[in-house]
């Protein structure tokens, strides 16, 4: 395996930044640590992209969510996009730029679901937080200025432990009868936290050790880990999914995950488009304004993202 152009040089940027070792950090200096990533790797919001922040609530649940709204609406979807981070560090600060592209490159109003991190909110705070955000954005959309979107639209989306509860929310949403999806896009998600609990491979800008320390976080208690809406490969139903376009990346350690709920997916009679970006390390997000392929990669996946949200679905791509 070889880097993609680029990324090697965007490996060394984030490693100067943030150190290998840097779990091993108090947990706020991480997490300024990675805020500041934004800073390292700059990258402007998009012209005409509107963003403002709001409150929602579900049966009891309050959320805060940012709304960004493109200069130009294509289509009455509505896009969710869940930070990456380990449960533990990122905001709504360290995505702004990544989830307001997103809204540029789709025509689509997108909204960023924030959540409260562990180890101070530990599984199912998180995800229970997303759900929240998520029904309560679709309930109340004439509410926050958005009555010309439709509720049945809706598109999650997410990378890495966001690819995560990305999975999960798909999952939620059919067994607790929430609003129906129409799609979800992944990248690099984790979908088995068992596999990290001893550690386990280190792969360039994810190590074995950040997992270790990362899963002990979110799912302190005995047993956590093998629950279906942490490790949805353990014992996740994978019937009656929304179409899917799932991302791994040729020298991520979590490929497999991907690759393997792919699988599971298509087993169940939901249509899948797996891609497996060559030469990409782990969630390769920040690294679109330094690697043209990274640029391209992340304006396959916005184009995906746009297809789902109008009712498309794609094959295997690798």
Not at 41 to 47: M, R, W
């Amino acid at each position: 395996m070889a880097y993609a152009e680029g990324i090697e040089e965007f490996v060394a940027t984030v490693d100067r930044a943030l150190p290998p070792d840097f779990y091993t950090y108090p947990v706020e200096r991480q997490r300024a640590l990675y805020d500041g990533l934004t800073e390292v790797l700059p990258v402007p919001v998009p012209e005409g992209v509107r963003h403002r922040d709001a409150t929602v609530g579900h049966e009891g649940r309050t959320a805060r969510i940012r709304i960004y709204e493109p200069a130009e609406r294509t289509g009455s979807a509505v896009l969710f996009y869940v930070r990456g981070g380990g449960f533990v560090i990122g905001s709504l600060h360290s995505h702004h730029s990544l989830v307001a592209e997103l809204a540029a490159r789709t025509g689509l109003v997108t909204v960023a679901l924030d959540f409260g991190t562990a180890p101070e909110h530990p599984f199912p705070g998180p995800v229970e937080d997303c759900y929240a955000g998520l029904c309560g954005t679709l309930a109340a959309l004439p509410a926050l200025g958005l009555g010309g979107l439709d509720p049945t639209a809706a598109v999650i989306c997410g990378e890495s432990s966001g690819a995560n509860m990305a999975v999960v929310l798909s999952m939620m949403t059919r067994d607790r009868g929430g609003p129906r999806l129409r799609g979800q896009a992944v990248i690099s998600p984790v979908l088995d936290f068992t596999r990290w609990r001893q550690g386990g491979e280190d792969a360039p800008l994810l190590s074995g050790g950040e997992m270790e320390f990362y899963t002990g976080c979110y799912c302190p208690r005995p047993g956590q880990a093998e629950d279906p809406y942490v490790s949805p490969l353990l014992g996740g139903a994978f019937h009656d999914l929304p179409p899917a376009y799932v991302v791994g990346c040729e020298m991520d350690s979590l490929r497999v995950d991907a690759e393997k709920y792919a699988v599971l997916l298509r087993e169940h009679g939901t249509p899948v488009e797996y891609v497996m970006e060559e030469g990409m390390v782990h969630a390769p997000v920040r690294a679109r304004r330094v690697s043209r392929p990274a640029g391209e990669f992340f304006a396959r996946y916005c184009a995906a993202v746009a297809a789902l949200a109008a009712g498309g679905a794609g094959r295997d791509r690798a």
